[in-house]
């Protein structure tokens, strides 16, 4: 017990702080917004850290304000924020399918928005390659796409409930039924959004703006706090059935709404960042080897590292490879195709 700090809010609630739990976070936060800062001045025109701090305390001179304030800051908020719902989702399903390689790409929800972009580009185009509607529209295509597919796999998983299993067989079938879909809408719409829709697909936050965060980051703020209040429904999931039945949990009430919150997660990403893929797998299990698997301290650890993993990635994309620009799924698919064959190759060896 001396490894645990009581806290207590006056009468209506307390829990037990793993305190090398606590300082793994905040150690990540700290590199977290210490990343965030260097990443702000990469790119043609280098800004010194310190210049960067001095531009977010409001003293910087007016071009390098410009260039923080106007073009890299809102990209850097929006790949942070994208890493964070998508890191919460992967942890979520992980703790409710009671499987490793769960996550919102593998089962198909994020394959599901990423069809529902392409289908919108090609109903919205016209010959010339302008849209028909406002791109603002194009992010409530990704979360309805999203949405449809989370509400045909919990359909097509029923059966008497939903088990952890049948969850993750279904997900993979509908993940790829989102793969056949999408190629399917990409040979049949315009040859000129092909580009523009394979750059989504694969992930990237180019052209984030200050608008796309007063959007986003509400959202990911409101959907992070309802998942802190569900942390000890996650836990009691993590036992099986029987023992959350037995505790007085609606086991498949509960299984229904956290999917829910999955899906809102992964919706909003897919809308500010494109289909970036393997975030949701990797930053739960970097995660978990640190601090175990209790959600009160595997939730927000896995938010950092996911937002740190999505901010790399995009900063590789933006700055290595000038003049070009590599979307950030490109580097994620990289780092997690291949740690996805080692979780299959040692599920095998446990098995």
């Given at each position: 017990?001396?490894?645990?700090?009581?806290?207590?809010?006056?009468n209506?609630?307390?829990?037990?702080?793993d305190?090398?739990?606590?300082?793994?976070?905040?150690?990540?936060?700290?590199?977290?917004?210490?990343?965030?800062?260097?990443v702000i001045?990469?790119?043609?025109?280098?800004?010194?850290?310190?210049?960067v701090?001095?531009?977010?305390?409001?003293?910087?001179?007016?071009?390098?304000?410009?260039?923080?304030?106007?073009f890299?800051?809102?990209?850097?908020?929006?790949?942070?924020?994208?890493?964070?719902?998508?890191?919460?989702?992967?942890?979520?399903?992980?703790?409710?399918?009671?499987?490793?390689?769960?996550?919102?790409?593998?089962?198909?929800?994020?394959?599901?928005?990423?069809?529902?972009?392409?289908?919108?580009?090609?109903?919205?185009?016209?010959?010339?390659?302008?849209?028909?509607?406002?791109?603002?529209?194009?992010?409530?295509?990704?979360?309805?796409?999203?949405?449809?597919?989370?509400?045909?796999?919990?359909?097509?998983?029923?059966?008497?409930?939903?088990?952890?299993?049948?969850?993750?067989?279904?997900?993979?079938?509908?993940?790829?039924?989102t793969?056949?879909?999408?190629?399917?809408l990409?040979?049949?719409?315009?040859?000129?959004?092909?580009?523009?829709?394979?750059?989504?697909?694969?992930?990237?936050?180019?052209?984030?703006?200050?608008?796309?965060?007063?959007?986003?980051?509400?959202?990911?703020?409101?959907?992070?706090?309802?998942?802190?209040?569900?942390?000890?429904?996650?836990?009691?999931?993590?036992?099986?059935?029987?023992?959350?039945t037995?505790?007085?949990?609606?086991?498949?009430?509960?299984?229904?709404?956290?999917?829910?919150?999955?899906?809102?997660?992964?919706?909003?990403?897919?809308?500010?960042?494109?289909?970036?893929?393997?975030?949701?797998?990797?930053?739960?299990?970097?995660?978990?080897?640190?601090?175990?698997?209790?959600?009160?301290?595997?939730?927000?650890?896995?938010?950092?590292?996911?937002?740190?993993?999505?901010?790399?990635?995009?900063?590789?994309?933006?700055?290595?490879?000038?003049?070009?620009?590599?979307?950030?799924?490109?580097?994620?698919a990289?780092?997690?195709?291949?740690?996805?064959?080692?979780?299959?190759?040692?599920?095998?060896?446990v098995?």
């Amino acid at each position: 017990m001396n490894k645990y700090t009581p806290f207590r809010m006056r009468n209506s609630f307390s829990f037990l702080i793993d305190r090398k739990s606590l300082n793994i976070n905040i150690v990540f936060f700290v590199l977290l917004l210490g990343s965030a800062i260097v990443v702000i001045g990469l790119g043609e025109q280098f800004i010194s850290p310190l210049k960067v701090v001095s531009v977010l305390w409001g003293n910087g001179d007016p071009f390098s304000t410009l260039i923080v304030n106007s073009f890299r800051l809102p990209r850097i908020i929006i790949a942070m924020l994208v890493g964070i719902c998508l890191a919460i989702a992967g942890a979520i399903l992980q703790g409710v399918v009671k499987n490793p390689i769960a996550s919102p790409d593998i089962i198909g929800i994020t394959g599901g928005a990423a069809a529902a972009v392409v289908l919108f580009l090609n109903l919205f185009s016209t010959d010339s390659g302008t849209l028909t509607v406002s791109i603002e529209w194009l992010p409530l295509a990704a979360f309805t796409g999203a949405c449809i597919i989370s509400i045909l796999l919990y359909l097509f998983a029923w059966q008497g409930g939903v088990s952890p299993v049948r969850m993750v067989l279904v997900g993979i079938g509908m993940w790829a039924f989102t793969k056949a879909a999408t190629t399917l809408l990409l040979i049949m719409g315009p040859i000129h959004q092909q580009s523009q829709a394979n750059i989504w697909i694969t992930g990237s936050v180019y052209g984030a703006s200050w608008e796309g965060v007063r959007i986003l980051f509400p959202i990911t703020l409101i959907l992070f706090f309802v998942t802190i209040v569900m942390i000890r429904m996650i836990n009691i999931q993590e036992f099986g059935e029987d023992v959350a039945t037995s505790v007085g949990n609606r086991v498949q009430l509960s299984r229904f709404f956290l999917l829910l919150v999955s899906t809102a997660l992964t919706g909003s990403a897919v809308a500010f960042g494109g289909g970036i893929s393997f975030v949701g797998l990797l930053a739960p299990h970097i995660a978990r080897r640190l601090v175990g698997s209790s959600f009160g301290a595997l939730l927000p650890l896995s938010a950092f590292i996911g937002a740190i993993l999505v901010l790399i990635s995009d900063t590789i994309g933006r700055v290595v490879f000038l003049p070009l620009e590599i979307p950030a799924g490109v580097f994620t698919a990289a780092v997690g195709a291949p740690y996805f064959i080692f979780l299959l190759y040692k599920q095998r060896n446990v098995g």
